[in-house]
């Protein structure tokens, strides 16, 4: 049998792919295309598989396939021994039949009989057939490992279209796929392989760039030779990753000479969606740089900066402040010897585009945001919830009430001031025309209406943070305001029964939620969670939600301890840290953390927790037990020893506790180890005589409390 390796290399030729999709196209196709050959046996788990993806092919080449798979013996349990075989122990009618239909001769059905296998088969013996199965060769193995890899792909839309009438199909055939497919490749070493996918027979031959192919079309020699003869004679970057690299390169370059230029240092925007898209729009990249009027510089820089961005795919320079400048990079799909047309070409382009900007901007001025304030009860909210005006008068009402917890009068009326206008830009032109300068604009609008800084700044801030990694509001009003936001939608949807499941959570949810955990811990807010639950609740009219708040609250602590733990804390730590007694505010967990995994360290823990559990489990199953020790009724020498420790032990963990030293007070409590332990050892807690029961549940109730004000270290038992 033939185990000969040769590279492969497949290719795909088909008119422009949706560039948003193109690099997940291009890495789903080489990887489900390889996949398929090794669960096949034609290629090794170890095989390099390089993928290319162009806005006109999809391409991959794997290292070391077999020409055929190695045969492969195969054990097929054909059925009981009491159904094969008579009282004679002969083949019956259905075991002939199943072996004949597995391809074994049956003329001597003794000697298939004795070929058989017996073995037990849970608890009844059965028959089974051994046999050899040939390996496909690597032509069977590509036909079924390319249509598999089509039929995987990740296709955002498929769409269908008619194949061209030829001798070898008569009549006109429909086909379904990403886009009308043209020419295909399939190539071991210099070898074409016969394969027919989309009504395309395999061959050698491929287009290169539309405009600058040197040759058309581009013949592949062999499948090593693929992306160097792209790029010589169809002037084709092939891979995905190398062109991304390339724009880069290309970009920093015409970057430093625009600034270069200037006197300064540019520095093109950094956009990794941007890059990606770019990359699938071009098959040879050529950055330009290109300018637009000075003018267009008073409009606030994220309006230009988007419309550059989503409407044209420019790069926008930014000077070293990041402050954007009238420069910006075009990548063109074309290298002109003059390429003044193209440059003008996409500055005449831009400039309508930065007009309309502009326009927007200075129209949407003439008017106060607060006269705005009065057109949200036009725009609807949630069908169940009301407009945005209702909407915006619950924001205030909770809002105004943390603001007052917070920083009293000054900070409530800074806050309602902020939430009544953080909306007020929905209306405006400017986000009508771009949703994604939502807040950002409010933030322009109010200082052009003479408003603090403070609110100003709360206004773009209350949606923070909008993904995970971004930043808190900068300011006192700003997280306020975003709280009470987030707060209304977390009560609001989760009232109405709109409750995220699985992975679907079509209100950002969760996202709010781990927005109300970031802001409580980390801005050190004085505030409980479960406080704000009940407040935002009270912020809807009665009858309208149904009471969810303990769901709320269940949700929100899921969300705590997922964020907990991505700070790099186990689950029992975060347990530990979070079901403190008397927790109170969040904005403590980082230190009872940190004094958390300081305890467990010492090698009193072990002992200690394991103490607290059982702690735990006394006194769950006593009834109201009051923590108050009376000297006179302790008998025990080791009861005894216990409270003297306590006495001594526990005052000062206690004023390490209230001096927020949480890491020296759980390590002054280790000292308790040793009497804990003799405790245990020598004392029945549940004395026959009901006054020694009740003092020493007093005392273990005393030490409980003692010991979980940090964390609760029951939960760090094993």
Known sequence: ????????????????????????????????????????????????????????????????????????????????????????????????????????????????????????????????????????????????????????????????????????????????????????????????????????????????????????????????????????DGAVIASFAERRAEIERQLKVAATKAGAADGTTYSPIDDDALLDEVTALVERPNV??????????????????????????????????????????????????????????????VRPRLADAKFFFDQDRKKTLESRVAGLDKVVYHNKLGSQGERILRVRAIAKAIGQQLGGETLAAQADQAANLAKSDLVTDMVGEFPELQGIMGRYYALNDGLSTAVADAIEDHYKP??????????????????????????????????PTGDKDPFALRRHALGVVRMLVESQLSLHFYELTRLAFASFP?????????????????????????????????DAAIYAQKLGAWSTLPKRLAAVRAFAALPEAAALAAANKRISNILKKAEDVDAHVSAVLLKEPAEIALFAAMKEVIPKAKAEFEAGDYTASLQTLAALRAPVDAFFDGVMVNAEEMDLRLNRQGLLKSLHEAMNRVADLSKLAT
């Open 1 to 232: 049998m033939n185990m000969t390796t040769q590279n492969l290399l497949v290719e795909l030729f088909v008119e422009e792919l949706p560039p948003k999709a193109l690099k997940k196209l291009g890495e789903a196709f080489a990887s489900t295309l390889a996949a398929s050959l090794q669960s096949q046996g034609l290629a090794n788990a170890d095989a390099v598989v390089t993928p290319f993806a162009t806005p006109r092919r999809l391409a991959a080449h794997i290292t070391a396939v077999a020409t055929q798979a190695a045969d492969k013996a195969v054990s097929q349990k054909l059925m009981p021994v009491s159904v094969g075989l008579d009282a004679a122990g002969n083949a019956t009618p259905a075991l002939l039949k199943k072996l004949q239909a597995l391809g074994a001769d049956i003329t001597n059905p003794a000697s298939a009989v004795a070929g058989l296998k017996r073995a037990m088969d849970g608890k009844a013996e059965a028959l089974f057939y051994d046999s050899l199965v040939k390996g496909a060769t690597i032509t069977e193995g590509l036909q079924k490992a390319v249509t598999e890899a089509l039929a995987k792909l990740p296709i955002p839309k498929v769409m269908s279209y008619q194949l061209a009438q030829n001798c070898d199909m008569p009549g006109w055939s429909s086909v379904s796929f990403v886009r009308p497919a043209h020419k295909l490749i399939a190539l071991q070493a210099d070898k074409t392989l016969a394969i027919e996918v989309l009504g395309l027979k395999s061959g050698r031959e491929t287009l290169g760039h539309r405009f600058e192919a040197a040759v058309s079309p581009v013949v592949i020699k062999d499948a090593d030779s693929y992306a160097a003869t792209l790029l010589k």
């Open 466 to 499: 909008r993904f995970a990694g971004d930043t808190l509001p900068r300011n006192d009003v700003g997280v306020v305001v975003a709280l009470a936001d987030k707060l209304e939608t977390l009560v609001g949807m989760f009232g109405i029964g709109n409750l």
């Open 288 to 349: 330009l740089t290109c300018a637009f009027e000075k003018e267009f510089l008073d409009v606030p820089q994220e309006c230009l900066i988007l419309t550059m961005k989503a409407n044209q795919k420019y790069f926008p320079l930014l000077d070293a402040a990041g402050k954007l400048s009238n420069k910006f990079l075009v990548v063109s799909n074309i290298s002109p010897a003059d390429a003044s047309a193209v440059i003008g070409g996409n500055e005449r382009v």
């Open 542 to 574: 009665q009858g309208l939600l149904q009471d969810r708040a303990t769901e709320l609250d269940e949700f929100l602590i899921e969300r705590l301890k997922g964020y907990l733990k991505d700070g790099g804390y186990s689950g029992a730590e975060v």
